[in-house]
Antibody, heavy 120, light 107 residues
Framework: EVQLVQSGAEVKRPGESLKISCKGS????????IAWVRQMPGKGLEWMGI????????RYSPSFQGQVTISADKSISTAYLQWSSLKASDTAMYYC?????????????WGQGSLVTVSS | SYVLTQPPSVSVAPGQTARITCGGN??????VHWYQQKPGQAPVLVVH???DRPSGIPERFSGSKSGNTATLTISRVEAGDEADYYC??????????FGGGTKLTVL
């Protein structure tokens, strides 16, 4: 069974850094792209970026380029999303998802989400 | 930037059929995927590639496409189908690959 287990909720101050994680199991982690998706309170889904753990090829949504860093460590089947300096507007639920990436691209399996709250 | 347009809300009585639309200029040439998100839960893929269902998704969920509009149809609606539904296409150059979402209310 494919599972993506994300790290827990975080409460941070503006300006702090943060790295959240997404651990995959039940499949060959290196061979499938992982996406990060943001959902702000009461709002819709926004793709942030994707990474191929096999070679760390990474692509970013135009809106998130330069705002976050996506990485992966295939040796421990884990992908990461990090911020160097959080803002209040980063408060959101963040989901990782395994995607099928090729002639068609869709989000096959989702993690349970990591809630990030940024408040002074 | 790709824009997918969904109605904000759809209401239907139990046992009836719900149709949720997704409009976009290039939808006719793109593959459309649909997700269900119940309150407090992660999204779940219910239809991919216009009309294919992942294993475990009831046959009551079906997808179709005509011209520049894709439609998710839910037959014999149940109370448990109440959720937000999102359509999705892929355009890596766009920051908008998801529609705005439709809240399905079961009356």
């Amino acid at each position: 069974e494919v599972q993506l287990v994300q790290s827990g909720a975080e409460v941070k101050r503006p300006g702090e850094s943060l790295k959240i994680s997404c651990k995959g199991s039940g499949y060959s982690f290196s061979n499938y792209w992982i996406a990060w998706v943001r959902q702000m309170p009461g709002k819709g889904l926004e793709w942030m970026g994707i990474i191929y753990p096999g070679d760390s090829d990474t692509r970013y949504s135009p809106s998130f380029q330069g705002q976050v860093t996506i990485s992966a460590d295939k040796s421990i089947s884990t992908a990461y999303l990090q911020w160097s300096s959080l803002k209040a507007s980063d408060t959101a639920m963040y989901y990782c998802a395994r995607i099928l990436y090729g002639g068609t691209v869709y989000f096959q399996h989702w993690g349970q989400g990591s809630l990030v709250t940024v408040s002074s | 930037s790709y824009v997918l347009t969904q109605p904000p809300s759809v209401s239907v009585a139990p046992g009836q059929t719900a149709r949720i639309t997704c409009g976009g200029n290039n939808i006719g040439s793109d593959r459309v995927h649909w997700y269900q998100q119940k309150p407090g839960q992660a999204p779940v893929l219910v239809v991919h590639d216009d009309y294919d269902r992942p294993s475990g998704i009831p046959e009551r969920f079906s997808g179709s496409k005509s011209g520049n509009t894709a439609t998710l149809t839910i037959s014999r609606v149940e109370a448990g189908d109440e959720a937000d539904y999102y359509c999705q296409v892929w355009d890596e150059s766009s920051d908008r690959v998801f529609g705005g979402g439709t809240k399905l209310t079961v009356l």
